[in-house]
T-cell receptor, first 118, second 111 residues
Framework: AQSVAQPEDQVNVAEGNPLTVKCTYSVSGNPYLFWYVQYPNRGLQFLLKYITGDNLVKGSYGFEAEFNKSQTSFHLKKPSALVSDSALYFC????????????????WGLGTSLAVNP | DTEVTQTPKHLVMGMTNKKSLKCEQH?????MYWYKQKAKKPPELMFVYSYEKLSINESVPSRFSPECPNSSLLNLHLHALQPEDSALYLC??????????FGSGTRLTVV
């Protein structure tokens, strides 16, 4: 079965420290990978995506993510956390197999709540 | 214009009411989506329109009725909803760059 796992419900970091939000996936083939952020009472904002190419992807607000095919992971990172980064983060995978009838569907992780403490 | 616009932002409706949610995008995206999201949970796909035709219906109850009048507009008609339907309803669209652009959502409360 296709799935996305975000093993941590909550991540706490001190402002200025590096942060990592973990994501692993189980999807056949070469999926497209996404990170979204959701601030309280807001919609989902796109952070970054991996489609192909360089395994290190740089995105919005200083975030980056590293695609690791052997470990089927796509962890989100930022060198120096800000209090304003506190939000709910979702990892998602789009199955792009040619014969996948629902290839416009995203498979979502359950989300990780990031709290950055001043 | 790189946005998906949803109206209204908030909606309170009784269980016997009929209301509609509206979503608009002018990015030329040909796939549009409705999602339902409960607090602190991932969004749940409801409907997908591709080239203005309904391509995916995730077994959504008939009290939710989608409509795609044209390539820029997506509606969700609501009738006889239940309190458990209270949620954030998100619209999204996709184009050739594979990314999904989400609207800010409509916070729906059914009383």
């Amino acid at each position: 079965a296709q799935s996305v796992a975000q093993p941590e419900d909550q991540v706490n970091v001190a402002e200025g420290n590096p942060l990592t939000v973990k994501c692993t996936y189980s999807v056949s083939g070469n999926p497209y990978l996404f990170w979204y952020v959701q601030y309280p009472n807001r919609g989902l904002q796109f952070l970054l995506k991996y489609i192909t190419g360089d395994n290190l992807v740089k995105g919005s607000y200083g975030f980056e993510a590293e695609f690791n095919k052997s470990q089927t992971s796509f962890h989100l990172k930022k060198p120096s956390a800000l209090v304003s980064d506190s939000a709910l983060y979702f990892c998602a995978v789009r199955d792009i197999r040619q014969n996948a009838g629902n290839n416009r569907k995203l498979i979502w992780g359950l989300g990780t709540s990031l709290a950055v403490n001043p | 214009d790189t946005e998906v616009t949803q109206t209204p932002k908030h909606l309170v409706m009784g269980m016997t009411n009929k209301k509609s949610l509206k979503c608009e995008q002018h990015m030329g995206h040909r796939a549009m989506y409705w999602y339902k999201q409960k607090a602190k949970k991932p969004p749940e796909l409801m409907f997908v329109y591709s080239y203005e035709k309904l391509s995916i219906n995730e077994s959504v109850p008939s009290r939710f009725s989608p409509e795609c009048p044209n390539s820029s507009l997506l509606n969700l008609h609501l009738h006889a909803l239940q309190p458990e339907d209270s949620a954030l309803y998100l619209c999204a669209s996709t184009g050739g760059n594979y990314g999904y652009t989400f609207g800010s959502g409509t916070r729906l409360t059914v009383v």
